[in-house]
C-alpha cells in the first residue's frame, strides 16, 4: 500500500520537525521547502516571495480604480503560485512515498487518499516557547501576536482554498496534541498508523 | 504517573470498544455501565430510565402552566442525575488508574489531568455497518436517523454541560478516525501516547 502522508498544522506546533521525523523514520520522502524551489524554478520567482504567499489567501481586489491595476496584478501572481503549488505536489506524490507538510495538501492530494494529520498544541505557552527558540522575536506579546497572525492567514487560506474549515476534525484521520505528546510519541503513532492501515 | 484516560466518542464510532480493549491491554478499570449501576444504587432509579438521561441534556421546561410541574420534575430528576454522575465518576477516578468513556467524563476529570481521546468515523458509511451488527434497527434510513439523533444529543448534553463544542480539536489529545485507524491499532495508539506520556 502506499505511503502518502500529510501533516497539517497550527503555527509553532511541532509540526514540521514531526514531518522530518517521520519520513526518517519510514525512509520516505519528505517534501517542505523543497516545494518553493521547484515553484521558484517555473515561475522565475524568487523563493522568499514565494513562501510569502504560499500558504495565505489572495489579497482582497479592492473596488478603488487606482489600485485595481496593482491589486489584480498582486491576485494574478498569487493564483499562478497556489495553481503550480497544487501540479508540483501532485506530481511529487505521483513520484512514490512521501510526507508532505502544510499547502492544503490533504486537499490537493485527495485522490492519491493520503493517511491526513492534524498537529497542534492545547497550551499556547508550548507554542509561545517553541516559537522563542526559533524566531528572532523575543517579546512574548510580539510572538503571540506573530501566532495568531499567521494561523489566522492559514485557516483563511484553507478556507478560501478548500472550502472547509481548518483544524475541523473530520478532515484528518489522527490530530495529535503536541501539549502532551512529546514528538518523538507522535512520530511513533503516525509511523504505527500508517504500517498498520489496511 | 496516573493514568487516567476519557474516551469522548461520535455514536457507533467504536469507541466503546477501543474503551474496554484499552483498558484491558494497560490493566486497569474501565468504566462505563458500572457508573449506571451505581447511580441507581444512590438514586432509587432504574438503569434504564438513567441511562435515557445519562449522555442527554435537560428537556426544555415548557411556559405552559399546566405543564409546567411535570417538565419541572423531570428537568430536577435529570439534573440530579447529572450531579450525582460526575460525584460517581471523581469517586471512581480517586481509586486508580481507569478508562472512563463518555458522560462529559473529559471536563467532570479536568482536575485529575486525564489523557482525553476523542474516537469518530470520517465516513458515515463505517457507522452505518457499525450500527447494523449492534442494533435492532434494520432499515438503513432508520439507522442514518438513530445516529444523527443520538450523536445530536450528546453535543447537545456536552455543550449544555461544559460550555465547550463537542468533537472540537482543542479539547481533547488524541483524536482517530476509526474509518482508516484499525480499533486494534487505535488501543495500541492510545496505549503508547499514554505510557510515553511523562
Known amino acids: 500500500m502506499s505511503k502518502i502522508i500529510t501533516i497539517s498544522r497550527e503555527f509553532s506546533s511541532g509540526g514540521r520537525e514531526i514531518g522530518k ?3 526518517d523514520e519510514l525512509d520516505i520522502a519528505y517534501y517542505d521547502k523543497e516545494i518553493v524551489g521547484e515553484i521558484s524554478k517555473r515561475t522565475g520567482l524568487t523563493k522568499e516571495y514565494i513562501e510569502k504567499f504560499s500558504e495565505k489567501s489572495m489579497t482582497r481586489v ?3 480604480a487606482f489600485r485595481a491595476s496593482f491589486y489584480t496584478y498582486t491576485n494574478s501572481v498569487v493564483e499562478e503560485v497556489h ?3 497544487a501540479e508540483v505536489i501532485r506530481k511529487l506524490a505521483t513520484q512514490g512515498d512521501c510526507v508532505v507538510v502544510g ?4 486537499y490537493i492530494l485527495r485522490e492519491f487518499d493520503p493517511f491526513k494529520v492534524y498537529v497542534y498544541s492545547s497550551n499556547e505557552k508550548d507554542k509561545i516557547s517553541r516559537c522563542e527558540n526559533n524566531s528572532e522575536l523575543t517579546n ?3 510572538i503571540i501576536k506573530q501566532i495568531h497572525h499567521i494561523d489566522k492567514e492559514r485557516a483563511k487560506y484553507y478556507y478560501s482554498y478548500t472550502g472547509q474549515k481548518r483544524g475541523e476534525v473530520k ?3 489522527l490530530l495529535i496534541d503536541t501539549s502532551v505528546v512529546s514528538i518523538k510519541t507522535a ?3 503516525i509511523a504505527t498508523a500508517v504500517m498498520e492501515k489496511d
Chains 1, 2 share one sequence.
Not at 499547502?103 to 490533504?106: F, L, N
Open 21 to 23: 521525523r517521520l519520513a
Open 62 to 64: 479592492y473596488p478603488y
Open 83 to 85: 495553481k503550480i503549488q
Open 103 to 106: 499547502r492544503c495538501s490533504d
Open 140 to 142: 512574548e506579546k510580539d
Open 171 to 173: 478532515n484528518y484521520n
Open 187 to 189: 512520530v511513533k503513532l
